[in-house]
């Protein structure tokens, strides 16, 4: 079946060398002059995409943008003049598929319609899919959970995955920017192409020129050849700029244009060279306020911020919870690769679903992290969670009041009101927890009923060697004999008292190391560990928890300062 295209323009030399390329591209196309012609060709007529100048001399092309994108799933693409880009993002905020600047360049118009004929071969492939597409089970796979929010995300997402606009993803940290973006550029088109993400705050400005754009060999210090910037890697794909908003107003400049031409230079090269790409960016910060504050050049919010897409808060969708949940221990199952994938009891998951998560979907997999590590068996209970004790009741009937989702401006300000007393408890809790955790590993010697790893076997709990360190050197000389007979009880020492002198005798000579500092602090470090290991008889993992740092830390730096157990047999 032959692809067929309305094309709509003034001039009449556009029009033919439109209809021309086309041809060639085998598109059969109708010409229309005015946007009442337009109008009529359109309605007599089915179309597979529409090419529309934005200036027609009865009316503006804006119009027919948004008539066709309120009436059908047509591509409709508009053609500016540079002076018109204001005019082109708003055609692109009212649906349409993308834009092509005046004076008409047949590569970039080229590009434009392949874009176009692969959303209309996406859309052939979904309709006659008999129930859901392929798009739909993608999406569903990525992005989980079915609460009410995620309903009208998902549907915004497919909408956006057709267009070639740019989309600004805002958010707290946490809520999956990253993965909505990907998830964007495999539905779009462009899913061949490369998706290329880049984090603009971990760039040093000084290589943000290089990094973005490229450079020729011998062009500075230190270009020894050639280099293909992040701009030339997404060419045919998406480039996502994560924490677009921490770049500095020097290179915000350059973006720009490069965003708005759509051609780059590398440093040191005399031309510029044309690419096709989509932008995607996000940030976890106020980007309007920013604005405003003369921290970011408004021209540049304009250009990225075309289309908005708000994510909420995993306290908005505490429905996907349960599902998230054991998404995520299937995930830590397979990575770890678990014999018995974990389970969470009922309990657990309503205390998951009562917990404030200030870290969002990030927050939730943290938590399930540490819940597997300390669980004894494959069933996580809520004493497994680490969380704190909160008011059930209360806590329930705010998160519910947090969870209605905002509907008119009129409620940001009591959402940010919200949101800031949702961080203070939590910071609140989190200081719970420290001082919890201070008072469980305290150098106390009594027996503790509950195995705190799962690959011990022994429950006595051993204190930790640092808290213990700490205090024996604070511990003053002039105490009394009473203050010193209670620390005999209360704290015992760790380590032998001729195996503490021992170890800290070099600290007291006052003599720098005649080895150098680096060797000089690995004896050291070996010799404690050596030490908590015979304490434990070689037992490693509660050599760690004496020591104060995790197993495989504790085995690696085995490994590297070359500390074997048959070396040390009795």
Known sequence: MTTTALVVDDEVDLCRLMQITL??????????????QARSYWQDNDYDFCLTDLKLPDGSGLELVKEISNSSSTPIAVITAHGSMDLAIEALKLGAFDFVNKPLEL???RQLVENALRVIHQDNEAKATAECSPEQKLLDSRLIGHSAVMHPLKNTILKLARSQAPVFLSGASGTGKEVVARLIHDLSPRRDGSFVPVNCGAIPSELMESEFFGHKKGSFTGAVA????????????????????????????????????????????????????????????????????????????YRINVIELKLPTLNARRDDIPVLAKHFLALIADEWQ??????????????????????????????????????????????????PDIDITHHRAVSQNQSEPAVVDSTQHSERQTNHQMIAQSIENREKVIQSMDE?????????????????????????????????????PNHTAHHNHEESVTHRPILQESDEKAILSKLKDGQLPSQGLEHYLQEQEKQLIITALKQTAWNKTQAAELLGTTFRSLRYRMKKLEIAEDQFEP
């Open 23 to 36: 041809t060639k591209m085998g598109i059969k196309s109708d010409v229309a002059y005015t946007l009442s």
């Open 107 to 109: 590569p970039r118009l």
């Open 226 to 301: 050639d280099k293909q910037g992040l701009f030339q890697q997404a060419n045919g794909g998406t480039l996502f700029l994560d924490e677009v908003a921490d770049l500095p107003l020097a290179m915000q400049v350059k973006l720009l244009r490069a965003i708005q031409e759509k051609t780059v230079r590398a440093i040191g090269d005399t031309k510029e060279v044309p690419v096709d790409i989509r932008i995607l960016s996000a940030t976890h910060k106020n980007l309007n306020q920013l604005v405003q504050d003369g921290a970011f050049r408004q021209d540049l919010y």
């Open 338 to 387: 678990l014999e018995n994938p974990p389970i969470l009891t009922v309990e657990a998951c309503e205390r998951l679903q009562d917990h404030n998560f200030a870290g969002n979907v990030r927050e939730l997999r943290n938590v399930l992290e540490r819940a597997v590590t300390l669980a004894e068996t494959p069933h996580i209970d809520i004493s497994h969670l680490g969380l």
């Open 440 to 476: 469980t590993i305290a150098p106390q010697v009594k027996q503790v009923t509950t195995n705190l790893h799962p690959y011990r076997t022994n429950a006595q709990h051993y204190p930790s060697m640092i808290q213990r360190s700490e205090s024996y050197h604070a511990e003053s």
